[in-house]
């Protein structure tokens, strides 16, 4: 008999990966998910690849002993872009990252075919949205901007402050004069920030948010392999982070709204630093 009511695994770097926990929690609402968000260490952006790898599987081994996991959805796109080959090729489960779901979702979406691409530096400067743009569509135009002060936006929960629509439009006016018809939101905490990042470009220029094809991604991985919930299986969701539970909870409230039970708390991980 196959245990498919296990727990689906989740990570970030910190809040925004929370936008594929909403995503996934609509698509599947039978199946239960451990989520960790390690904002002690955020942001990932800056930091060396190799301790970005060390720390996602640090969090991977932890949802593996503590909550017996089925699946792992790396839902940050530095982490994915730094640890997800290794992974999926150590882990005797499902690992899936969001870049791979955003550039299939951008690549559909685009008709001028000059995408644009918003994440940290971590992921900017590893070329991995750059590159699987170009090799599914070789003659587009990839535009790439790193833009950490949109993650401590989030982070703060200064994301609906007065001066953000400003702010968002010096920012992005580089790819208003690109001609860009698509962006990417590559970075799983800029959904929050999508209505002023669609104002600052227009209704012309489509946002995708890998988020949400990630959850679908996932839904048709866990259907394919004889992984899904029964339909009658309860969910349960626990929400981790390794920094404040009160700032954590009051801004996954927020955006997660009240429609299900999230149980927060604290996670204390061997090292800190």
């Known amino acids: ?21 909403k995503a996934a929690a609509q698509q599947m609402p039978n199946e239960s998910i451990a989520y960790v968000g390690d ?8 930091r060396n ?27 940050c796109n530095t982490a994915t872009a730094c640890a997800l080959p290794g992974l999926q090729a150590e882990l005797p489960i499902p690992v899936i990252g969001v870049i791979d779901s955003g550039v299939q979702s951008a690549v559909k979406t685009s008709q001028s075919k000059k995408i644009g691409v918003i994440a940290t530096q971590g992921t900017v400067d590893s070329g991995q949205y750059q590159a699987e743009i170009k090799a599914a569509v070789p003659d587009s135009q990839v535009f790439a901007q790193a833009e950490p002060d949109f993650v401590q936006l989030v982070e703060q929960n200064r994301y609906q402050d007065d001066d953000v629509p400003a702010l968002m ?52 991985i866990l259907q394919d392999q ?48």
């Not at 008999?1 to 926990?21: E, H, P, Y």
């Not at 904002?39 to 800056?46: F, H, N």
């Not at 949400?212 to 991604?217: F, K, L, P, S």
């Not at 700032?247 to 630093?273: C, K, R, V, Y």
């Open 39 to 46: 904002t002690a260490r955020m942001p990932y952006g800056p």
């Open 169 to 220: 439009a010096d920012h992005l006016a580089a790819f208003k004069e690109e001609g860009i018809d698509t962006l990417v939101l590559g970075c799983t905490h800029f959904p929050l920030l999508a209505p002023a990042i669609q104002e600052a470009l227009g209704p012309d220029v489509t946002l995708v948010d890998p988020g949400i094809a990630t959850a679908e991604q996932l839904a048709k």
């Open 226 to 273: 004889g992984l899904d919930a029964d339909d009658n299986h309860e969910a349960n969701y626990n929400l981790s982070t390794t920094g404040s539970v009160e700032t954590f909870s009051e801004i996954a409230s927020q955006w997660l709204g009240q429609e299900h039970d999230w149980h927060f708390n604290h996670l204390d991980l061997p090292s800190q630093d």
């Open 1 to 21: 008999m196959k245990n498919n009511n296990k727990t689906i695994g989740m990570m970030d770097s910190g809040i925004g990966g929370l936008t594929v926990l």
């Open 49 to 75: 690849p190799a301790e970005v790898a060390k720390f996602t599987r640090q969090i991977a081994d932890y949802l593996i002993q503590e909550h017996d996991i089925k699946a792992l959805a790396i839902a």
